[in-house]
């Protein structure tokens, strides 16, 4: 079993910054891979990235590649997202989720998840 929770979501302006926080805890934390979606007010959930449990290589969806950026802390069982140059349509429930297996940027395959932070880009 593991439990995350999210945190760092808020308002920011367009083009601004923010860095959101995974805490992860539970049983084996570091045998799962990590990953960041996001569901938009009306849209479907999307992969952001992901980090695999074994290197900590990270697989990023193309769309968001460059302006957000994954890494994790295994000290502290943490994993954080920063994203930068923040655009209007990045506004949404920011999550971050666990899977047992290798790096996948499809939300069915994991196994847990946090309730989520949300994300607002606004003037």
């Known amino acids: 079993q593991v439990q995350l929770v999210e945190s760092g979501g808020g308002l920011v302006q367009p083009g601004g910054s923010l860095r959101l926080t995974c805490a992860v805890s539970g049983s084996n934390p570091h045998f799962y891979s990590m990953g960041w979606f996001r569901q938009a007010p009306g849209k479907e959930r999307e992969g952001i990235s992901c980090?695999?449990?074994?290197?900590?290589?990270?697989t990023y969806a193309e769309s968001l590649k460059g302006r957000f950026t994954m890494s994790r802390d295994r000290p502290k069982n943490t994993v954080y997202l920063q994203m930068d140059r923040l655009e209007p349509e990045d506004t949404a429930v920011y999550y971050c989720a666990a899977l047992r297996g290798l790096c996948a940027l499809v939300g069915d395959f994991y196994d847990y998840w946090g309730k989520g932070t949300l994300v607002t880009v606004s003037s």
């Open positions: 980090i695999h449990y074994g290197d900590d290589s990270i």
